[in-house]
C-alpha cells in the first residue's frame, strides 16, 4: 500500500512538473559576461534566449534575463567577438558566467562579411541612412532644445595607481607609505587592482533658459584630497577637467585629453566612419536599432562602438559606448572607452542621466601605469518649467562660498552613488600621508629638481636653473635667491636675488615686497594685492620670454652676435587684481633708467655738429593692463602660471604714459597696444593657433623707447617669438603682427605606412609682422634723434619698410612623444647683417 502511494505521489509531480513547464514556467538567468583575455566586462553583449527576444549587459558586463516560454538554450553575441551558446540547464534560477573570445581580425578593426565580401560604401546603406536622419534630428534632441531646463549634477573623478610594482613598494624610501598602497580597489577593472590616490567630487545645480538666453552653473559643494602647499591643486583640478570634459555626443566635435576626437554622429560622421546595423531590440516597449560604428581609418582621431537608437521617429541616442582604436594618435593612451545612458521624459524624449570616461594611461602596454575615471550623473530634472530671472542674475558660473566646508555627512546624503570601500578611505590616507615629516620632505626634493625651488623653513631658494648662466656682457654669472611663503605670513611676501658678473664685475640684484589684500596667496587665483620692487639688472631689448628665465642656462647659447643688452636701474609699484570670470587689471608706476651696454650706444648729434653720447636715459610711466580669459584654466608652477590651452579666446590691452619732469622722467610719451589669441579647432585636420596683435605710440622718443619686436637668437622654439629675427633688429612706433600655428595631429602622416607608427604629428607655422616709423622719430629721417646702434661697425637696427617681415617653417611634432623641431626660412630682409636666413628650432613639451 506504502509503495502504491509512493509511486501515485511520484506520478503526481511528475505530471505537475510536466503541466509547469507546458504552461510556461518563468527561467530566470543571470551572470557577467568577461573577455576571455583580458578578463575585462564586455558591455553591450546580446543575450537571448534562442529565438526569442533578449537584452544588453551593462557596462559592468552583468545580465539578467527572464522568459516563461520553453526555452533550452541562451546565446551572447556581440561585433567583434565568437558567438557563445549554451544549453540551459534544469532549474528556474540559474547563474552562468560566459568568457567571450575575440576574432583575432577584431583587435584592430571590424570588417563585416558576407559569403562575398562587399566593399562598404555610403549609397543605398541602410545604416548610413539611419544615422542620416539622427544627425537631421540633432538640434531637437539636445537638452537645449527644451524652452528651459534644471537640475542637479554630481561629478566624481578618480586617478588611481595600476598595477604598482612589488619593487616599489618594498623600497625603502617608499615602504613606510605602504598605508596608501594597501588601499586596493578591484571594482574598477576586472582582472586588475587599483590604489586610488586622487578623488575630487562636485555637486552643483544647473539652469537654462532658451528665450531669453541664458545659463547658471552653482556649485553647491566641492570635495577633493589635498597634497599640501608642494602640489597647486587647484590647478591639478583644472587640468583633469580638461582633460575629462563633458561629453555631449550630440556636438561635432568631443574634446577628449584635449584632443578633438570627430563624434559618430557629426555633420560629416558617414565620410569618416563606418556604419553597420546589427540587431534591433526592445525596451520598456521602445524598438531601439543597435549601431555598430568604426573609422574608416583606424589610426585617425575617431571613435569606435555601438549606439542605440530610438525609432519613433525621434532618432534619439538611448545609449552609446564608444572607445578609441590603441593605433590612434594619443600618446600614454593604452584604453579610453566612454558610456553614456539617457532615459525617456515624459515627453518620450531621451535626456543624458549617467556619462562616464574611462582612461588608462602608461608607458607600456603591460606595465604599471595610471587609471583615471570621470563618472557625471544627473537628477532632479525639471523641463520647460519658468526660471526666476534672479536665478541668472550675476556670473554664469558660481561657486558658493561654503562649498568645500560640507561635512561628510553631508556629501554621504547627496551623492548619487556610493563610494566604493576603496574610495571611501582615500581622503583619510592622503591627509595622513600630507602630515608625515617624510612625505614632506620627499617632496621637497621633488619641487626642487623639477621647478628649481628648495624650501628652508619659511622660505624658499632658487630658482637653481639660474644659479648659474653666461653671456658676452658679464661673462661668467653666478646668482642666489630666495623669496618667502605662504607658511611666514599669507599677508607679506618678500623676495630677493644677488648676482655678480665677472667679466664685467658689476653686482646685480632685485628685492620686492608684496602685500595681499584679500589674504590669500599671491600664487593662487583671485589675486589681489600691492608689490613694490626694485631691481639692477641687465637685459636683451625686445627679449620677451614666458615660461623661462632669461637667464637659464639654457638660454647662454645664442646664435650671432648677442650683442645688444642694457644695464636696468627699475623701480616698480603694481595695484593688481583679478575677480568675475578671469579677468584682470594691472596699475603700475615704473622709473627705468636705461644705459646701454655691448654694442648698443646713445650717440646724438649736437644742433652744432658733433656728436654727443648719453650715458644713459631716464623714464617715468603710469600704466594700466587689462587682461580677460574667460574659463581660463591653468596649472600654477613656482613662476609662471602655465596654460591649460582651450577653445575660449585671451584678450590683453595695456596702456602706457610717460611723463617728463616726474621723478626724472626725460619724456612724454602714450603707448597702446592690444592683443589677441585663441584656438581654433577644424575637427579632423587638427587645430590652430592664432595670435593678433597691435600697437602705436604717440610722442616723440628716441630708438630705446620704441617698439622692439620680441626676437629669438637662441637655437629653442619660441612660439610668441620671432625666431629668426635679431634682437633689436627692427624698431616701431606703430606695428601689427599675425602669429599662426596649425598642428595636423598626424593627419597627414597616420596615411603613410612607414610613418604613422612613429606617431609623429605634422606642424606649419608663419609669422608675420607689419611696422612703421615715423620721420620725427627716425634718425635717418630726423637729424635730432639718437643714432641706431651698429654691430662691428654696420647698422644693425633699422626701421621697417612697406615690406613686412615673414617667416615660416614646417615641423614634426612628437617625437619621441615629447619633442617638436621645426625648419623655419625667413622670406624677407634678406639683405640685412648677420642674419640667419633660415633654422632649425626645438621645444620639448609633454602632451598627449
Partial sequence: MERVSKLRLGIVMLLLMAFQWATGQEVTVSGIVRDASTKLPVQNVSVYFTGAEGMITGTDGRYTISSDARVGFIEFSIVGYKTVKRRLPEGTKLVIDVELTPFPAALNNVTVTTKKRAKYRNKDNPAVELIRQVIAHKDSNRIKAYESVSYEKYEKVLVSLNKISKKITDNKLIRRYNFVFDNKDSSKLQGSVVTPVFLEETLSDYYYRKDPKAEKSIVKGNKKVDFGEFVDMVGVSSYLNRLYEDINIYDNNISVLTNQFLSPIADMAPTFYMFYIRDTVELDGEKLVKMYFTPRNPDDLLFRGTMYITLDGKYGIQQIDMFISARANINFVRQLKINQEFERNAEKRYYLTKSSMIVDFGLNPKGGGIFGERSVSFKNFKFNEPIADTVFRGPANVILADADQHVDSFWTNVRHDTLTAAESKVYANIDSLRRMKSFRRLMDWGTFALAGYKQAGPIEVGPANTFYSFNPVEGFRLRAGFRTTPRLSKRYYFETYGAYGFKDERWKYFVSGTYSINNKSIYHYPFHYVRASFQRETKIPGQELQFVQEDNLLLSFKRGNNDKWLYNDIFRFNYVREFGDHISYDFGFKRWKQEPAGA?????????????????????????????????????????????????????????????????????????????????????????????????????????????????????????????????????????????????????????????????????????????????????????????????????????????????????????????????????????????????????????
Fill in 600 to 848: 648698443i650706444s646713445y650717440i646724438k648729434p649736437l644742433a652744432g655738429g658733433g656728436l654727443e653720447k648719453i650715458n644713459d636715459l631716464t623714464t617715468t610711466e603710469l600704466s594700466a593692463e587689462f587682461r580677460w580669459a574667460p574659463h581660463e584654466q591653468y596649472y600654477q608652477g613656482k613662476l609662471y602660471r602655465i596654460p591649460i590651452i582651450n577653445k575660449y579666446p585671451i584678450f590683453t590691452l595695456r596702456y602706457i604714459a610717460g611723463i617728463k619732469g616726474l621723478w626724472g622722467g626725460e619724456y612724454t610719451y602714450h603707448t597702446v597696444n592690444l592683443r589677441a589669441e585663441k584656438r581654433f579647432y577644424v575637427s579632423q585636420l587638427g587645430y590652430t593657433d592664432v595670435a593678433v596683435e597691435g600697437g602705436k605710440l604717440y610722442g616723440k622718443v628716441p630708438f630705446p623707447l620704441l617698439s622692439i619686436p620680441r626676437a629669438n637668437q637662441s637655437y629653442s622654439l619660441q612660439l610668441a617669438s620671432f625666431n629668426l629675427m635679431n634682437f633689436m633688429e627692427f624698431v616701431n612706433d606703430q606695428y601689427a603682427s599675425l602669429m599662426v600655428d596649425h598642428y595636423f595631429n598626424g593627419f597627414i602622416f597616420n596615411k603613410i605606412p612607414l610613418l604613422k607608427k612613429l606617431k609623429w604629428r605634422e606642424v606649419i607655422e608663419g609669422k608675420l609682422l607689419y611696422g612703421t616709423l615715423r620721420d620725427e622719430n627716425n634718425p635717418d629721417k630726423n637729424g635730432e634723434q639718437m643714432k641706431f646702434p651698429t654691430t662691428n661697425g654696420v647698422v644693425s637696427t633699422f626701421a621697417m619698410e612697406k615690406t613686412p617681415y615673414f617667416e615660416a617653417g614646417v615641423g614634426i611634432a612628437n617625437i619621441f612623444k615629447l619633442v617638436r623641431v621645426d625648419f623655419i626660412k625667413r622670406f624677407t630682409y634678406l639683405d640685412h647683417p648677420e642674419i640667419a636666413k633660415w633654422g632649425i628650432r626645438a621645444r620639448v613639451k609633454f602632451d598627449f
